[in-house]
């Protein structure tokens, strides 16, 4: 099932490169003994220019992707992160930072990384619009060029209010900003590794140049992550356990602190804190592929043609963040987060009386409302966490559910 022989027809038409960066990462696996960490054959099925999943021209959100996120299921949770953010962009105005504009703009910028579609910039620039705190800019650090000119499509139709103030970045900015820091469903899409405790000790689980698993002893840095997971855990992991890391989170949140010189880093994505997540029941991981809306754990399958990921470690982040100098001001599901910032007055508003089709948008934003909300979908297996600096008070948002001493 992993040969070139094994995609689907009209996935060769939904990307006519595909297979062509199997012959490198053979090479690249032969060239370094027969072998590759899990992490560098996802920076090349995944990121390769031209040849990695997000920066290949197929559809990967919505109906003609493979996966479904939150802002594309509904615009009620760009709607409701817009509610969340109001006051902390308002705050910075009545702050000093240069006050408002005539059009109700604050000096504060809004910075989303991985945009994908750009639904969730729509979202969020609409409703700050009609709440009257529109930041100075709203940036967009996209490393895909693909998705970066599918998001140039659809916010180009936004009002020329709106779609003026976004402005795609290449790096993050070299001064740091104050504002908000948006990341929805980054942080999973970063590389990790990949081991497995032996009675012995631990292996790591790499690539073959056959593009298979293979195993190889874990190095020094390995058995250290094993040891700080182990740590948090009441007995060590159980022989024949499967599981991931990802060391490069610590990396990725410090980056993203000394960005942020003042206000709040809003991360969502599927995870867990580090006792939860490597509970002895998660013995074969959490690794997952996702190619057209089917999620399976072939991650050589289709390389370059499906999503492959990993649930975060919270923990982790939180400890990275608290390193760079970032308070967690907050950590939840998804599903209390946007109660707590008002879903509840989205799915009430209506637009003048409650006729006919006005009571069918209510009912269908009550349905969108579901699937964000349900456990069994996005509603709890989804977390939302806030990392503040120089934000004083309880972030909107958090003030249902507090789980951060599952962290």
Same mark, same amino acid.
């Given at each position: 099932?992993?040969?070139?022989?094994? #995609?689907?027809?009209? =996935?060769?038409?939904?990307?006519?490169?595909? *297979?062509?960066?199997?012959?490198?990462?053979?090479?690249?696996?032969?060239?370094?003994? $027969?072998?590759?960490?899990?992490?560098?054959? !996802?920076?090349? /099925?995944?990121?390769?220019?031209?040849? $990695?999943?997000?920066?290949?021209?197929?559809?990967?959100?919505?109906? &003609?992707?493979?996966?479904?996120?939150?802002?594309?299921?509904?615009?009620?949770?760009?709607?409701?992160?817009?509610?969340?953010?109001?006051?902390?962009?308002?705050?910075?105005?009545?702050?000093?930072? +240069?006050?408002?504009?005539?059009?109700?703009?604050?000096?504060?910028?809004?910075?989303?990384?991985?945009?994908?579609?750009?639904?969730?910039?729509?979202?969020?620039?609409?409703?700050?619009?009609?709440?009257?705190? @529109?930041?100075?800019?709203?940036?967009?650090?996209?490393?895909?060029?693909?998705?970066? =000119?599918?998001?140039?499509?659809?916010?180009?139709?936004?009002?020329?209010?709106?779609? $003026?103030?976004?402005?795609?970045?290449?790096?993050?900015? =070299?001064?740091?900003?104050?504002?908000?820091?948006?990341?929805?469903?980054? =942080?999973?899409?970063?590389?990790?590794?990949?081991?497995?405790?032996?009675?012995?000790?631990?292996?790591?689980?790499? /690539?073959?140049?056959?593009? &298979?698993?293979?195993?190889?002893?874990?190095?020094?840095?390995?058995?250290?992550?094993?040891?700080?997971?182990?740590?948090?855990?009441?007995?060590?992991?159980?022989?024949? #356990?499967?599981?991931?890391?990802?060391?490069?989170?610590?990396?990725?949140?410090?980056?993203?602190?000394?960005?942020? $010189?003042? +206000?709040?880093?809003?991360?969502?994505?599927?995870?867990?804190?580090?006792?939860?997540?490597?509970?002895?029941?998660?013995?074969?991981?959490? !690794?997952?592929?996702? #190619?057209?809306?089917?999620?399976?754990?072939?991650?050589?399958?289709?390389?370059?043609?499906?999503?492959?990921?990993?649930?975060?470690?919270?923990?982790?982040?939180?400890?990275?963040?608290?390193?760079?100098?970032?308070?967690?001001?907050?950590?939840?599901?998804?599903?209390?987060?946007?109660?707590?910032?008002?879903?509840?007055?989205?799915?009430? /508003?209506?637009?003048?009386?409650?006729?006919?089709?006005?009571?069918?948008? &209510? @009912?269908?934003?009550?349905?969108?409302?579901?699937?964000? @909300?349900?456990?069994?979908?996005? *509603?709890? /297996?989804?977390?939302?966490?806030?990392?503040?600096?120089?934000?004083?008070?309880?972030?909107? +948002?958090?003030?249902?559910?507090?789980?951060?001493?599952?962290?």
């Amino acid at each position: 099932m992993s040969s070139p022989e094994a #995609y689907a027809p009209d =996935a060769r038409a939904h990307n006519p490169a595909a *297979g062509r960066e199997l012959p490198a990462l053979a090479a690249r696996a032969e060239a370094r003994g $027969g072998w590759l960490g899990f992490d560098e054959y !996802l920076e090349q /099925v995944l990121y390769a220019p031209g040849l $990695g999943y997000y920066s290949a021209g197929a559809a990967k959100f919505g109906p &003609q992707g493979d996966f479904t996120t939150a802002p594309e299921r509904s615009p009620l949770f760009g709607y409701s992160v817009a509610r969340a953010i109001a006051p902390l962009l308002a705050s910075f105005a009545a702050g000093g930072d +240069g006050g408002e504009g005539g059009d109700g703009a604050t000096g504060a910028e809004v910075l989303e990384l991985g945009a994908g579609s750009g639904a969730l910039a729509e979202a969020v620039l609409t409703r700050l619009a009609t709440l009257g705190v @529109l930041p100075r800019r709203y940036a967009i650090l996209e490393v895909s060029a693909d998705l970066r =000119a599918r998001q140039r499509a659809r916010l180009s139709k936004l009002p020329a209010p709106l779609a $003026g103030r976004i402005e795609w970045l290449d790096a993050l900015p =070299a001064t740091p900003l104050r504002g908000v820091v948006l990341a929805n469903e980054v =942080a999973d899409a970063l590389p990790f590794r990949c081991l497995e405790k032996r009675a012995q000790g631990c292996v790591e689980r790499g /690539v073959a140049a056959a593009l &298979q698993w293979a195993e190889q002893p874990a190095d020094a840095a390995l058995l250290a992550e094993l040891a700080r997971v182990e740590a948090a855990l009441e007995a060590p992991l159980e022989p024949g #356990y499967r599981t991931e890391v990802c060391p490069r989170l610590d990396a990725w949140v410090a980056s993203l602190a000394a960005t942020l $010189g003042e +206000g709040l880093l809003l991360l969502f994505d599927y995870g867990l804190g580090r006792r939860e997540l490597y509970h002895p029941q998660r013995y074969t991981g959490t !690794l997952r592929c996702h #190619y057209r809306h089917r999620a399976h754990d072939d991650p050589f399958l289709f390389p370059g043609l499906q999503d492959i990921t990993a649930w975060v470690d919270f923990t982790r982040v939180a400890e990275a963040a608290s390193d760079a100098g970032l308070e967690v001001a907050g950590y939840c599901t998804q599903a209390a987060f946007l109660l707590s910032a008002g879903l509840p007055a989205e799915i009430a /508003v209506a637009d003048g009386p409650l006729d006919g089709a006005a009571l069918r948008a &209510q @009912l269908m934003r009550a349905a969108e409302a579901r699937a964000l @909300l349900q456990p069994d979908e996005m *509603g709890e /297996v989804f977390k939302a966490i806030a990392l503040v600096r120089g934000v004083p008070g309880p972030v909107p +948002g958090f003030t249902m559910q507090d789980l951060r001493r599952l962290l």
